[in-house]
Each structure stands twice: as structure tokens, then as C-alpha cells.
């Protein structure tokens, strides 16, 4: 399986972006959990947002609630992170990425698969 996400740009402190990461190869995010952590510059890669496949509940890390919304389409193939009034500290390289259902959420060892980065970049 590959994992594709795809969304990333520039923009303004308070606006938004939609990010998507999509399932290919012959995968699917479909009865996995799948999630979303971002790698910014000199730091380590740190968790946003995670989705459990068999109760559909959603974690997010502190500094993204209220602000972040992390979705999934019923067919289990793509997954969205809708982020509402970002900020210059928001600025990194997302990544999603996919995880056995009966792991964790929030740490990159409860995933085995990761796509490649979308970059957003948050001006102030």
C-alpha cells in the first residue's frame, strides 16, 4: 500500500487548509486506525491527529483542538485534516500515515506506514 497526501501550500496566520491522504497500491485505510503527525524543522516528528477505525473516535494533540478536524469517508479510503486558523507554529511537513486497529493513536510506533510529507507553511 502507498499512502498519498496531498493539500499543502502557503498561506496566511488565521486561515485554513484541507489536507487528504489517500490509499493506493491495492491498500486501503479501511479497518486500520490512521493518522496525522507533523515534522517541522530541527524537531521530531510529533502527533496531530489520530482516528480509531472500530469506534470512529478522533484524538487530537492539544495545541491543534478546536482548531483542527480530522475526517474519514465511509469507504475508508481517503482521510481529510480540515485546519481552521493556523498558525506560523503550525508551519511543517505533514505527514499521514496507517496503523493497525487494535494499536494506540498517538505515537509513531502505533503506525506501520507512512506517506510522504505536504508541506504547510504559515505566514504571520
Known amino acids: 500500500v502507498q499512502l498519498q497526501a496531498s493539500g499543502g501550500g502557503l498561506v496566511q496566520a488565521g486561515g485554513s487548509l484541507r489536507l487528504s491522504c489517500t490509499a493506493s497500491?491495492?491498500?486501503?485505510?479501511?479497518?486500520?486506525?490512521a493518522g496525522w503527525f507533523r515534522q517541522a524543522p530541527g524537531k521530531e516528528r510529533e502527533f496531530v491527529a489520530g482516528s480509531r477505525w472500530i469506534d470512529r473516535s478522533t484524538d487530537y494533540a492539544d495545541s491543534v483542538k478546536g482548531r483542527f478536524t480530522l475526517s474519514r469517508d465511509n469507504a475508508g479510503d481517503t482521510m481529510n485534516l480540515q485546519m481552521n486558523n493556523l498558525k506560523p507554529e503550525d508551519t511543517a511537513n505533514y505527514f499521514c500515515?496507517?496503523?493497525?486497529?487494535?494499536?494506540?493513536?498517538?505515537?509513531?510506533?502505533?503506525?506501520?506506514?507512512w506517506g510522504q510529507g505536504t508541506l504547510v507553511t504559515v505566514s504571520s
Open positions: 500515515a496507517r496503523g493497525s486497529s487494535w494499536s494506540g493513536v498517538r505515537l509513531t510506533s502505533d503506525y506501520n506506514t
Open positions: 497500491g491495492g491498500g486501503t485505510l479501511a479497518n486500520y486506525n
